[in-house]
């Protein structure tokens, strides 16, 4: 299928105004691009509470956390890790697809907004997730909430969220509800079909993708770690129920699905929609009207997935 009208008519846009691809910037030059896109998304709905927080790392640094709640009683806490190659985006920039996320569902969302490589190159990104987890658990004892958590991200962030419900199944790490996948990164295979096609080189291109491995996991050999590579990981059961996002026209489109696949074969409920006429970045261009059919289905799937729970 082709691309739907809104996404032609954005990429149209895009073009006229020229500039390098991403895979020809510098991090800082990358960065500046998504700073731009932010100021077309409008505000976000109102929350009852906007709360920041400072997570502090195990090596004496700490990184940002926002959270959004939407009323006063929420239904589950769900940790949202951003997308951008684990290079470029920011808190800032994902204020607005958090606030929608947070009224449509009825979570609390916290955006927690790990270290960027190349400053912080990989496992930092991995391991910042998985500390805005276990904080968030010890947080919310704290406080005597007994509410569900939810992992979630988008591209880098899926893979994100996909490591974070593998480490704590693991080491028997804080309990998680569901895992909600936004076209995620799942493996390191720059030759597959979806990487390979010409018409799925848009937005997000396969030297671009190079280009984030290259900067995040440089060391090639690492990259198969399932902490960078979740796809690699030997063993798939006893995980998270999950969402399952992805694009037609996208290079992550492939190893999104395979994951799902794998998830399913080791038992786990999936729900997995492949998006028809959409380029990776759908969801969190919020221009674009097939991220609100997006955020529909998850917030769907969550009141399903919870109103199967035990009270």
Same mark, same amino acid.
């Given at each position: 299928m082709?691309? $739907? ?8 846009a895009?073009a006229e105004q020229g *500039?390098?691809?991403?895979?020809e910037?510098t991090?800082q030059?990358?960065? /500046?691009?998504?700073a731009?896109?932010?100021?077309? @998304? =409008? ?5 009852a509470q906007?709360i ?5 790392t ?7 956390m926002?959270? &959004?709640v939407?009323?006063?009683a ?5 940790i949202?890790y951003? *997308? =951008?190659?684990w290079?470029?985006g920011a808190?800032?920039?994902f204020?607005?697809?958090a606030r929608?996320i ?10 927690a907004? @790990?270290?960027l490589?190349?400053?912080?190159r990989?496992?930092?990104a991995?391991d $910042?997730?998985?500390?805005a987890? !276990?904080?968030?658990?010890?947080h919310?004892n704290?406080?005597n909430?007994t509410i569900?958590?939810i992992?979630a =991200?988008?591209?880098? =962030? ?5 490591v974070?419900?593998?480490r704590a199944?693991d080491?028997?790490?804080?309990e ?6 936004v076209?995620?990164?799942?493996d390191? $295979?720059?030759?597959?079909?979806s990487y390979? /096609?010409?018409?799925n080189?848009?937005?997000l ?9 290259d ?6 050999t690492?990259?198969?770690e399932?902490a /960078? ?5 030997a $063993?798939l059961?006893?995980l998270?129920?999950?969402?399952v996002?992805?694009? !037609?026209?996208?290079v992550l489109r492939?190893?999104g699905?395979a994951?799902a696949a794998?998830l399913?074969a080791?038992?786990v409920?999936v729900?997995v929609t ?5 380029m990776? *970045? &759908? ?5 674009l009207p097939?991220g609100a !059919?997006?955020i529909?289905?998850? /917030?769907?799937?969550i009141e399903?997935?919870?109103a199967?729970?035990p009270?």
């Open positions: 082709a691309l $739907d009208a809104a996404t032609t008519a954005f990429l149209g895009m *500039g390098k691809g991403i895979h910037m991090p030059e990358a960065r /500046a691009l998504g731009m896109l932010k100021d077309m @998304y =409008g505000p976000g709905p109102e929350m906007v920041d927080h400072a997570i502090p195990s090596d004496g640094d700490s990184f940002p926002r959270v &959004f939407p009323n006063a929420p239904r589950a806490m769900l949202y951003h *997308g =951008g190659g290079v470029i808190m800032e920039e204020d607005t697809l929608r947070a009224a449509r569902t009825g979570c609390a969302v916290a955006l907004d @790990y270290r490589a190349p400053e912080h990989y496992p930092t991995a $910042d997730a998985y500390t987890l !276990e904080w968030m658990q010890a919310l704290q406080h909430l569900p958590i992992v =991200g988008d591209s880098a =962030g899926g893979n994100l969220a996909a974070v419900a593998q199944r080491h028997s790490g804080p998680i509800a569901m895992q909600v996948l076209y995620p990164v799942t390191a $295979d720059f030759e597959n079909a390979t /096609a010409a018409e080189q848009l937005m291109t396969r030297e671009a993708m190079i280009w984030f491995w900067h995040y996991a440089p060391e090639h690492r990259r198969s399932p /960078a590579s979740p796809l690699q990981a $063993d059961a006893a998270p129920p999950a969402v996002i992805t694009a !037609e026209h996208d492939d190893e699905e994951y794998r399913q080791a038992g409920p729900e492949r998006y028809p006429g959409q990776h *970045g &759908f969801f969190t261009l919020l221009m097939a !059919e997006a529909e289905q998850i /917030a769907n799937a399903n997935h919870l199967a729970q009270a």
